[in-house]
C-alpha cells in the first residue's frame, strides 16, 4: 500500500519523512511492547504502536524498521521526530486505535508479519 493511500483510509498526518517516495507497505506488526519488536525477523514492516518516547524509534532503529504510526492520537515528540529524522524514517501519527488501524489496514491487502 502506498503511504499517501494509507494516510488516507488511516485519517493520518505525516509527522517526518517523505510520504510520496516512501517504499509501500506490504506487512505491518502492532505492538506496544518494544521487547516483541526486537523478535522479528521481516522485512522492515510498518509499526504501529501508541509508545510515544525515544525508545520506539531507536527500537525501530535496530529492528530496521522504516515506517512507524503512533495510534490512539498519540503524538510524536521533538526528541523522537529529530531521531527519526536522522534515520530517515517516516513517522505518522493517526487518531484510531490500533485495533481500528490493524482492521483498517487488513481490510486494504496489508499482510500481519505472522
Known amino acids: 500500500m502506498k503511504i499517501p493511500l ?3 483510509l488511516l485519517e493520518a498526518r505525516l509527522v517526518c519523512g517523505d510520504a510520496q517516495n516512501h517504499p ?20 522492515s514492516p510498518l509499526l504501529i504502536t501508541g509508545l510515544s518516547n525515544i525508545q520506539t524509534i531507536r527500537t525501530a532503529e535496530m529492528a ?6 503512533l495510534a490512539r492520537n498519540k503524538k510524536a515528540t521533538p526528541d523522537m521526530i529529530a531521531l527519526a529524522n536522522q534515520n530517515n524514517m517516516l513517522l505518522l501519527e493517526t487518531p484510531f486505535s490500533i485495533f481500528k488501524t490493524s482492521g483498517i489496514l487488513y481490510q486494504n491487502g496489508v499482510k500481519p508479519v505472522y
Request: glycine share 0%.
Open 64 to 69: 530496521d524498521i522504516h515506517t512507524l504510526l
Open 6 to 8: 494509507l494516510m488516507q
Open 24 to 43: 509501500s507497505v506490504e506487512h505491518a506488526f502492532a505492538s506496544d511492547l518494544m521487547s516483541d519488536v526486537l523478535t522479528l525477523d521481516t522485512c
